[in-house]
Structure formats: structure tokens, C-alpha cells
């Protein structure tokens, strides 16, 4: 056993104490594995020759071949620089360095025929290559052999001297010490199904492609790998699960959901709701755990949906609780289900952050007797102190701001697991779906309550305030309300977007004849409740805000969403906004505002706002525009997956392949016992019983 993902990089010919730590904070790569498994951004066609004569203004990367005249060097200290004057007999270049000086001049002789590698910067029509890559002709060809692949490096790396060549020159250490022998992660049968290239073949061609073909049939096996063992990984966790946990059976509709039902529920439920109100209830009859997400547009009615399930378990004797992730959205819940319930004899309380001392002393004893059979709450519900006497249900709305691991810690509450629903109003799109809840059963909510006017949407520039202007009065003087997102609190130099501090100002004079009330997330809580408050009770008339409106705020009386900078946001945010309007019978807007300087992209992600109504064709608009690895947005929407090599918007039917081989695997050997894949079991405790790597979901 060679045990890659236990040997130290430290250990690596070539990296040494200095250089591992560097690896290990900068790139995550602290194994032998972790480096086998970087992998190159991109490549760089390096089997073509320029003529320096030809270098003109807008080349990416060029290579040459020639010899350096002289060196030169120039300044002092900090700002020294040393300049290789290179010549191929077309003309001359100059190379500069600014680092790592002494190491040129050792290295490289004046007079031998050198192949030079990097990207031309033009001064004045003069133009040079700072850092370039400068090999030894013969050399060269062993490094580089046509495709050259370009790993991600940060400065620190590239401080310690840690390019992304030199990078490379550590995967040919490594394979090297290898014998350019990877051992296989797929077990015969996996293998002899897809057919695909060997982990070996793989690995040589990712780090040293021989072709463009080649290299494909690399990337394609290692996406396989990447994608089948989560997959493998969650069904098979899955699986585990449905065959061991048990679920507390709720075998009776009894009393509160039927008298609900019958008596207090002021409206039909929609044929969906209906359909997954029956999925639900035969969840929770079945003796298993359910798990079970439910998606919904916004204003689709989750909350009401969630509502009669919590019914069902205290029908049966059992507890529920109800996790918003923000204090308002909490405390929105809470004053939804009082409003429901009132007129029926159940205990709801509301715990959160900033439920008083004094109130949690009393809440706390009366949810570990049983007496209070509703929670209602935010994070604060998965402390410690709350101790459930019996909770059946754990509902959690807008998931995807609650890790797995938040998640499993409400399981550990109780002997029996209650039934988990999760609850989002962000269409994932199924490729993500299935990476990121590949464990979770899956209902959908794809009809909104009757009556309502789809909302209609435009694109603005902001030069034509007035017109805005006038329409917001038009509208308020009807009796509507008016919400305004900004993407910045304060003003900021360096970003030229609208800020809600001088929007507020600037509305209070605009509007003097309205109440204006703002909230945003460095205010006090209890300020942010009570201009949240002014809104809600229709007190005020404009509400200025930042995203923390973008989850579940319910005011029907709001008929107009104006978002500024619009294109500082995006997609799917952008739909979460808006589905703030549009919930009462009201026709409702959406105003886009932006600046007249867009680039393709955004123009085009305000476009499919202005023209799709629908979640879900959003949601796999915005994948496929920015891609789940662009790291600002999904850590924003809190949906970090993070993949080295495949690619969820464009590998969707490798992803569907590795599903559904991981399945047929575990179809045949659920727990993955018997010899022939006793490899894949090894494989996955590497990949998954590891730190960061897979707790990734967050
Ligand atoms: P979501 O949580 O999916 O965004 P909500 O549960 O907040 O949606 O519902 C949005 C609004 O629609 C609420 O005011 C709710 O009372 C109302 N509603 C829910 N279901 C129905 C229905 N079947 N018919 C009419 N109105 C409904
Ligand atoms: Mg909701």
C-alpha cells in the first residue's frame, strides 16, 4: 500500500518544511494525494514557435526560442529589476525579472540557445515578457511537449517560489517516484463498465498531456471519479440510513390537523400542497426517517405546508420546531403560525438570539416538559440548552444557509431522529440538487395559490430616475407599499454601486410626504424589528434596505420591489428579492436599476430576469452563466461545493452516469463488503473521513 493520502508533502524531493506549510495553507495540499489530485486550470498550446518580429499588441502567452544577448540590471532595493536582452535573429525582446535575481544569473548563460516562455506587456510600443519561463532547449521539450497546463498559485506561493512551472516540476517528481504508476481508485467491475482510461493513464495526461485527445479522455475519467464517489458516498449514507433509522410513526390524523383543516384553514390548498402534504404524511407513517426537501417558488406556501405537518406530529404526541435562518424571518414564522393557531389550544413559543433571559427561563423548562409542543426559532434552537422532551419534526426553511452538520445536530436530540423537511424557496437546479442533497427525498411545490398576477419585471437605467419616481407615488397613492434594495450599506470608493445610507437620504427628500423606514444587518436587532415593524403594521410607506429582506418576508400589501445595482447581484438573489412582491392580489413590479455600463453577461442576467418568472429556469440559467465554482457567488448563497476538476453546469450527464453506476454498485452490495470492492470502500474513507475536504457543504 503506497498510502499517497498519508505521506507528508514535506517529504516530496524538492519541497522541504518551508515550502510544505506554504502548499498546505495556500493550496490545501498537505499529502502526496492532494498533489496528484491539483490539477491544472487550463493549458496553453506551447507547440508553436513566434518570431519575436511577430509579437503585436494582444497575444496571450507567445513562446520563443533564441539566447540572451547581456543581462542588465536597474534601481535599487525593492524596485531592482534585471533585464535579459533575448534574441532570435527577427529582432530583440527584453526579459525582466523583479524577483529571484540572483537565481536568473545563476541559471541562465548568455550565449546558449534557451526556449522562452510567457505573456508580452507592452510600454510604448516596446514590449517585454516580465517572469517569463526560460528553459534550456533541450529540456524544454521533456516539460512541455506541446500542451502546457497552468496550475492556480497565489502570491505567497509564488513568493516561495512555488509557480505554477514549478508546480509541475513537483507532479514529475511525484510520478517520477511513482514509476508514472497511480494506483487505481475504481474497482474491475466500475472500470470494465465505463470505459474509460486507467486512474495511471488519467493522472500522466492531466500532468502531461501527449495530445488534446488524450487529455480529454484524462479529464473525463477524473470527472467520473470526482462525481461517482460522492454519489457512491451519498447513497450509500442513504441507504444506510433508510435500512437502520427509525422513524417515529405518526399513524393518526387526529384533532389539531383535522379541526385546522376543516375550520381555521381560510383557503384551498393548491393541488401541490395537497400532493405534498400526502408525501409527507406518508413519510412520516412509513417507520423510517424521513428526510425530505421541498422546494417552492416563492409565495408557493411551504410555510403553510409546514404548518399542517407540525400538526400531524403533535397530533401524535410529539413535538415540532421550526429553523429560519434570521431573526426576522423567525420571528415572521412565529407571528404566521400564532395567526393560524389562534383560536386553537397549542403551545408555540419563539426562541432566538435575543429572546430575553427571563423568557428563555421560562420557554426552556416548559419545551424539555413537553408542555410547549411548537418551537419556533433560529440557530439558538440547535444550542445546547434546548432540550426536547419529544421532538417528532424538525422543520428547516431556506436550508441552504444550514450545513449538513447543523442539520445532523438537531438528530442527536433525541433517541428516535425526528423526521427532518427541508424547506427552500432557492430552486436548486437537479444536477446541484442531487451533489448537494443527493440523500434527501425531494418534493416540489410548482403551483402558486390562485389569484395571483405574475409579477412584471423591467430593466432601468438609473439616469431616468424621475419616471421611477413618479411611478412609486402612483402606486403608493393607490395604497401600495414600496420596497428598495441596495447592495451596500455605506458608500465605498473603490466599488461604484448605490448605497442605502444616501438612498435614505435622498428618498426622505423626495418623499416627504411618506414615511420611509430602513434595516439593514449592523443594526441592533431589536432596531431592525422595529422598523421591520413600521413596514409590516403599514405604518411606513417605503422600505430601504439591504439583502437581509431577501428570505421570507411576507408584506401582500408590498407591490413594488426597486432593486439598485441591480447588477451587483445575482441571479437567483435577484429572484429572491423579488419574490418579496407579488404574494397579496395586487398587479406587483419588479424595478431593475442599473448603471448604463454593463458587461454581456449581466445584461443578459438582467434579460432572463425581465423575462422568466420561474425559479427554477433561473436557477439553471444562473449555473450555467457563472458556474458553481465561481467561489464570491456561492459563497454568498451559502451553496459552497467545492469540486477539483468536474464541473456541475456542464457535466450534468457524467454526473447522471456516475449516479447511476453508484447505484447499480450498491443495488448488488449495499455496504460495499465484498472483495471486488473493497477498493471503492477504502476510497471512500479516504476521501470523506477527511477535514475540510467534505465538510465542504456549508
Ligand atoms: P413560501 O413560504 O413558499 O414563500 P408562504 O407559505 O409564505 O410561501 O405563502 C405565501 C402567501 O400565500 C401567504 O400569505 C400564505 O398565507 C398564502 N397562501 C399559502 N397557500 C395558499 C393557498 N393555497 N391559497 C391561497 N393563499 C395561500
Ligand atoms: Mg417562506
Redesign the pocket.
Known sequence: MLDLDKRSITYLQGVGPKKAEILQKEADISSYEDLLFYFPYKYIDRSRFYKIAEINGNMPYIQLKGRILYFDTFGEGRSKRLVGKFTDGTGTIDLVWFKGLNYVTDKIKPGLDYIVFGRPAEFGHIYSIPHPDIDPVDQADQVSGGLTPFYNTTEKMKKSFLNSRSIQNLQYTLLSWLNWEVPETLSPDVLQRIRMVSLTEAMRNIHFPESAEKLKNAQLRLKFDELFFIQLNILRTANVRKLKLKGIIFPTVGHFFNTFYKEYLP????GA?KRVVREIRSDMGSGRQMNRLLQ?D???????VGLLAMLLAVDNHCQACMMAPTEILATQHYATVMGFLKDMDIKVALLTGSTPKRERNKILPAIANGEIQIVVGTHALIEETVVFSSLGLAIIDEQHRFGVEQRSRLWTKNAIVPHVLVMT?TPIPRTLAMTLYGDLDVSVIDEL??GRKPIQTVHRYDNKKAQLYDFLRKEINLGRQVYVVYPLIEGNEKLDYKNLEDGFKLFKEMFPEYKVCMVHGRMKAADKEREMQKFISGEAHILMATTVIEV?V?V?NASVMVIESAERFGLSQLHQLR?RVG?GADQSYCILVSSYKLSNETRKRLEIMVNSNNGFEIAEADLRLRGHGDLEGTRQSGEGIYLKIADLAADGQILQFAREVAQDILNEDPELLSDTHRILNERLKTLFSRKVNWGMIS
Open positions: 383557503f384551498e390548498l393548491t400542497q417552492g416563492v409565495g408557493s406556501g411551504k410555510t403553510l424557496a395559490p390562485p421570507g411576507n401582500p419574490g404574494r
